[in-house]
């Protein structure tokens, strides 16, 4: 058996691709291997969104040269983002890159790997149609209970920081169908959970016109065997009554709404390029309370976006404490070439940018503490996922509402279902006791 290494980096769109490519590498014979050292192929899944991003993977292409010295029989590949944007450039840089393949073609692979095999020398696809979508490709799944089920590539919204758009296309959906399709064969395998993937899943089916999201979820929902259904991202400006309504109407669909807000003041949302109002977003959270009165909701923020003023910041901050997120993921902005907001002017000095990211987190963290403390002695349904990292004494899951549970090992096996009673609630996890099994 011949063994690849493949290191992700990224959104989850990018772990559902590698999830695709590692099928179709297992379809020519390679194993998975954790060890860069042992491996016949190196293949890095990559990221352009932040600047950090791609520096961890230059540092990677830095050392795999050494690798490649000690094995000179090693193909190594660049594939997603950064393989995207950069193309042929990448080997120029780095000559002992084989391959790069364009985030379009993860069809490709095979042909690409098996070109190299034969006869060596450099492949560059980073070749776009549209029209071709991904389909009927073999699977190789990271997890054994959640399954991650792309129904939509590409993003149309343009954000102004953003890269995504330029290298990941215009908006495709794949038909319900196949999505259904997908959804039955994992839970044919044991998967209790999907997770729908898309950049912005509510504008689901817009170009197909077959389904809706709203629709879709419910096709998702009556999937015999599924136990919970998970979705991300949302975009606020296309997040729909109707889709509200099926989340409070799926029995399976979760009460958890990823729903970057990016920034909170109008004037920023505005050069951003959000299309909503901080009044709209406000108004869109108090309907989706309203309806799913134990919903819990998360968001992206940036902070140091061009022209952000410290009045801007304190209103971000402000909103922060209206709305009341359970957690957020906060980025530092990061300049894209190519965006619009690259060459806007007023650009935010590195260490003001630190300083706000440092006083945000600080904000919600509390938030996200006070949250959870509210949950002190509530009773909670939560999978069974398996022993924590750090000690196989204390097992792990989550509620519905996405957030992660800690609790002592008594009998329970991965993917049952129990209730637990939360006697320790911090900012990042809830720790309890398990004090009933869920039948199914
Ligand atoms: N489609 C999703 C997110 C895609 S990227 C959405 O619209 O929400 C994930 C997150 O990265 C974004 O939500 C945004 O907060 C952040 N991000 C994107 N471009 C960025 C940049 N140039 N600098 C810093 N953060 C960025
Ligand atoms: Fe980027 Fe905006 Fe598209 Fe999300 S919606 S991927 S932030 S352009
Ligand atoms: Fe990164 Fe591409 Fe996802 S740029 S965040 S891997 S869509």
């Not at 391959?99 to 070109?115: A, D, I, P, Y």
């Not at 929902?221 to 599924?226: H, L, M, S, T, W």
């Not at 806007?344 to 919600?364: G, Y």
């Not at 097992?395 to 549970?405: A, D, L, M, S, Y």
């Amino acid at each position: 058996m011949k063994k690849a290494f493949i290191g992700v980096y990224g959104c989850q769109m990018n772990v559902s691709d590698a999830e695709r490519m590692e099928g179709q590498l297992h379809s020519i014979g390679y194993v998975r291997t954790g060890s860069m050292e042992d491996a016949d192929l190196i293949l890095l899944n990559t990221c352009c969104v932040r600047e950090t991003a791609e520096d961890k993977v230059y540092g990677k292409i830095g050392e795999i040269k050494h690798i490649r010295e000690k094995n000179p029989g090693l193909i190594f590949g660049i594939a997603g983002c950064m393989a995207q944007k950069e193309g042929e450039n990448l080997i120029r840089r780095a000559p002992h890159i084989d391959f790069v393949l364009g985030t379009n073609k993860v069809q490709e692979l095979v042909n690409v790997v098996r070109e190299i095999e034969a006869e060596r020398g450099h492949v560059v696809d980073v070749s776009f149609s549209e029209t071709e979508l991904p389909e009927g490709l073999p699977v190789e799944r990271g997890g054994r209970l959640s399954a991650w089920v792309p129904i939509m590539y590409g993003c149309n919204n343009f954000c102004t920081y953003c890269i995504v758009p330029y290298v990941r296309g215009r908006e495709r959906s794949r038909l319900p169908e196949d999505v259904v399709k997908e959804v039955g064969e994992a839970v044919a395998k044991g998967y209790k959970e999907v997770t729908l993937l898309g950049q912005n899943v509510n504008s689901y089916g817009k170009d197909h016109g077959r389904a809706d999201f709203a629709d879709l979820l419910g096709m998702v929902d009556a999937v015999p065997g599924i136990e919970r259904v998970r979705f991300m991202t949302s975009h606020p400006k296309d997040l729909s009554d109707k889709v509200i309504a099926a989340i409070r109407d799926g029995e399976h669909i979760c009460e958890h709404i990823h729903l970057p807000v990016q920034y909170g003041t109008n004037r920023v949302l505005k050069a951003m390029n959000r299309v909503y109002t901080v009044e709209g977003y406000r108004d869109l959270v108090g309907r989706i309370r309203e309806a799913l009165p134990d919903v819990s909701l998360t968001t992206d923020l940036i902070v140091g976006f061009p022209g952000e003023t410290e009045e801007d910041f304190s209103a971000l901050l402000d909103f922060l404490r209206e709305i009341r997120y359970d957690s957020a993921y906060t980025f530092l902005y990061s300049k894209r070439s190519g965006t619009p907001a690259a060459t806007m002017e007023n650009q935010v000095a590195e260490d003001c940018k630190k300083r706000r990211l440092r006083e945000l987190m600080e904000v919600q963290n509390g938030i996200s503490r006070e949250i959870n403390e509210g949950l002190l002695g509530k009773s909670l349904e939560v999978m069974v996922e398996g022993a924590s990292k750090n000690d196989a004494g204390i097992w792990t899951g989550r509620t519905r509402t996405n957030k992660i549970v800690l609790w002592e090992h008594g009998d329970e096996q991965p993917g049952d279902f129990v209730q637990v009673r939360i006697t320790q609630p911090q900012t990042w996890v809830l720790k309890g006791e398990v004090c009933s099994r869920i039948p199914r």
